[in-house]
């Protein structure tokens, strides 16, 4: 095997720089562990609380990797002893815990176009450009890591953008590529993906337990896969069991994603059941209201966007026009206030407007909203806001072309958002075609 790559890393204590290359052959909290030691031992060292930023966005723990990210940023800012592959990381790393990933890939574009041989850079990058939903080249990138460092974590990384993009054979040829002796629970979890993605569920439900049993401390992402899996099996208490069985559908006390994406996914399983079964439409819908009350917990911070646009989602989806008007002026606030990437900015105000003339059983004067939000994106949520607005205006001519984008982004769907989208889309396209 080919000797791992050690980065240039700025740090005058032996003992903190040990820790940082011991780190790359460890996982999860051990990799935390040993990260969060090492800027302890040397709090100016820039590049580990990088990686340590790299490692707890990779967990869902977005809060805190910005916190790390910010600390990274300043020290770069203010020192003029980083190499450029340094520099290149912080950046980059910083913009990515923002969600600016335009930023990002700028960040780390300087050093990839001078030929860095840093493997992370290159990953890092597959990993924006995931982000920003351009999957082919995120596997050239995150190909030319693996020439660099061939390690079963970016073996990983290119089964997921291949299981993404609709090609479960390729995802699966990925995993061989990359397993090793041992079936490590982040190998397990690759592979649990492509198979549900390749819509083989009983594969994907045996590695995700496997992957459960072989390390505790994936519990909660096994949940939130065996969720998903029970809701392409059209079972909905059973996925709602998954998410509560592996305690992601807790009150919010610090907010961490992996706790707000189970609230978003359980909240809309109730929304289905209120749809399937009228007797528990009430009673479902006031969970759903109290759901997206905690997801409104979120900060006013930019990268807790995502959550605070599901939260307005749900109010909407609910009918609580209050709880939509007083999320969106939040937003309306962060877009113009923070430095958001301004494409996104301009799809998420654009998409709650839109989800506010559904709301109000209204028809938009024109389409130039409509094509301006589509335009800046056509993320999976977007599509899903733009084809109800044209079924609540009895158009399933028009909405069916975006409901089968929809089903085209399967792989994207399953691994990101709640499969519900696919459910509401193929019931919704059944109905249109039964209409013809």
Excluded at 61 to 89: F, I, N, P, T
Excluded at 202 to 229: C, H, I, P, W
Aim: one cysteine or more; glycine letters at 6%.
């Amino acid at each position: 095997a080919r000797a791992p790559f050690l980065q240039h890393a700025s740090t005058n204590r032996p003992e903190a720089l040990k820790l940082f290359y011991q780190a790359r052959g460890l996982e999860n909290e051990e990799k935390i562990g040993a990260l969060q030691h090492a800027v302890r031992l040397d709090p100016r060292f820039g590049i580990a609380w990088a990686e340590l930023s790299q490692v707890l966005a990779g967990q869902g723990r977005y809060q805190e990797a910005y916190d790390a990210a910010k600390v990274a940023h300043d020290l770069a800012e203010e020192s003029s002893h980083l190499s450029s592959d340094e520099r290149c990381m912080i950046l980059g790393t910083y913009h990515s815990a923002r969600f600016d990933y335009r930023a990002a890939l700028d960040g780390y574009g300087e050093c990839i176009s001078k030929g860095t041989k840093n493997p992370n850079l290159y990953r890092q990058t597959s990993l924006a450009l995931e982000r920003q939903d351009e999957l082919q080249k995120a596997i050239g990138k995150i190909e030319q890591a693996i020439e660099r460092d061939p390690s079963t974590r970016n073996y990983v990384q290119l089964a997921i953008l291949h299981a993404k993009k609709g090609e479960p054979s390729k995802a699966l040829a990925a995993i061989e590529a990359g397993r090793g002796n041992d079936e490590e629970p982040y190998l397990l979890w690759g592979e649990g993906f492509a198979y549900l993605a390749g819509n083989d569920l009983d594969a994907a439900e045996s590695r995700f337990r496997k992957m459960t049993a072989a390390d505790g401390t994936y519990e909660s992402n096994a949940a939130f896969f065996l969720a998903q899996v029970a809701l392409m099996r059209g079972n909905l208490p059973s996925a709602i069991a998954a998410i509560r069985a592996g305690g992601r559908a807790n009150e919010l006390g610090h907010f961490e994603a992996r706790d707000a994406d189970a609230i978003d996914l359980t909240a809309r399983i109730l929304l289905l059941l209120a749809e399937t079964d009228p007797t528990r439409a009430q009673d479902s819908r006031s969970e759903v209201l109290r759901l997206a009350r905690q997801l409104a917990k979120a900060p006013n911070l930019p990268l807790m966007l995502k959550w605070l646009r599901s939260a307005a989602l749900l109010f909407a989806r609910a009918g609580d026009v209050y709880g939509f008007e007083a999320i969106n002026q939040r937003i309306a606030t962060l877009c113009r206030e923070e430095r958001l990437d301004h494409d996104l900015a301009v799809a998420i105000q654009g998409q709650l407007q839109i989800e506010r003339a559904i709301l109000r059983q209204q028809a938009l004067p024109d389409l130039t909203l409509l094509e301006n939000t589509l335009r800046k994106s056509r993320d999976p949520l977007t599509l899903d806001t733009v084809a109800r607005y044209w079924l609540a205006q009895d158009n399933c001519a028009q909405a069916s072309a975006y409901l089968e984008e929809l089903e085209g982004k399967a792989g994207t769907i399953l691994h990101d958002h709640p499969a519900t989208l696919l459910i509401e889309a193929e019931n919704n396209l059944r109905r249109c075609r039964e209409m013809k």
